[in-house]
């Protein structure tokens, strides 16, 4: 079985295309750019959720082995209304290519039926094929592999709304470890994961935490929700996308992410990565 990854430069695709590779797992990375954006020694066709002709690529793919695509991971495209092109894909994949698993990266706010990717997650469930959802709480490497990363680096400073809201931070490493079982395990796990890290931190605590590991001084802006989308807009993220991410914040900002769990260890056998760890795996990003 070859296991395609929609989204396959992202953090969690790379991350899990290595536990793949790591377990002599057949995989294909599939993206925009295609093979000119994978990591070296890594098979990659080109993917467009917005052009259906390149849909059929991955599956005129054939690995070393001869194993055709029948598990698929997927990432939801930064366009209105993505569910539309998603489930279409993914009835093609089962109709037309036989794929019989997908596994989606959905966000916590999620729920079945609910516009974005609740409408994915619900057609998953009216088609009958094995799934899983998982449903990350944010990214810890968004603040070493992203834009915040620079303005870390550069000013010491970050900038959100999330005011004192608490935030289970999780790696993109823990997100990947469990996707790998969704899509790997003999018995589909038919279900949604809601994938949280070890603590609860607010951008304050971050703050502390990156002032200890750099031995300087890091300091978190709190702005308005209005100031942050502005900012957004300003530094060139597209109004649809800053608006998603204030929204986000602002629902942290009222408590909406403070929850924890133990759903990485459950289906992984192991903790998840705390900040402090990652943080001293990352310093490099910020010197």
């Not at 005011?163 to 990947?176: C, Y």
């Not at 996707?179 to 502390?208: F, M, S, V, W």
């Not at 056998?269 to 910020?286: C, I, L, M, S």
């Amino acid at each position: 079985m070859t296991i395609l990854l929609i989204g396959g430069t992202g953090k969690t695709a790379v991350r899990l295309a290595r536990f793949l590779q790591n377990n002599n797992h057949q995989f294909l990375l599939a993206s925009r750019r295609g093979q000119s954006a994978a990591p070296a020694g890594m098979p990659a066709v080109r993917f467009d959720w917005m052009d259906k002709a390149s849909w059929k690529e991955a599956f005129k793919y054939r690995s070393a082995a001869g194993e055709d695509v029948r598990a698929i991971y997927l990432m939801e495209p930064l366009v209105a209304e993505p569910w539309k092109p998603m489930n279409e894909f993914i009835d093609y994949a089962r109709q037309e290519q036989g794929v019989g698993r997908f596994v989606l990266v959905a966000g916590t706010s999620s729920q079945p039926g609910k516009p974005g990717m609740g409408m994915v997650w619900q057609h998953f469930m009216d088609t009958g094929v094995d799934y899983a959802v998982l449903r990350p709480s944010w990214f810890m490497e968004n603040l070493s592999e992203e834009a915040p990363s620079g303005l870390i680096k550069d000013l010491s400073r970050i900038f959100t709304a999330c005011g004192e809201g608490k935030i289970p931070f999780v790696s993109a490493t823990d997100i990947a470890a469990v996707a790998y079982r969704a899509l790997t395990d003999a018995k589909p796990h038919n279900c949604d994961h809601r994938i949280l890290g070890p603590e609860l931190l607010t951008y304050d605590g971050i703050a502390q935490k990156l002032s200890i590991a750099l031995g300087r001084e890091i300091q978190h802006v709190s702005l308005s929700g209005e100031d942050r989308y502005q900012s957004l807009v300003t530094a060139g993220v597209s109004a649809y996308y800053a608006r998603l991410l204030t929204n986000l914040e602002a629902a942290a900002a009222m408590g909406f992410e403070a929850h924890l769990n133990d759903e990485v260890e459950k289906v992984t056998g192991r903790p998840p990565k705390t900040f402090d760890v990652f943080a001293q795996e990352n310093r490099a990003h910020w010197i």
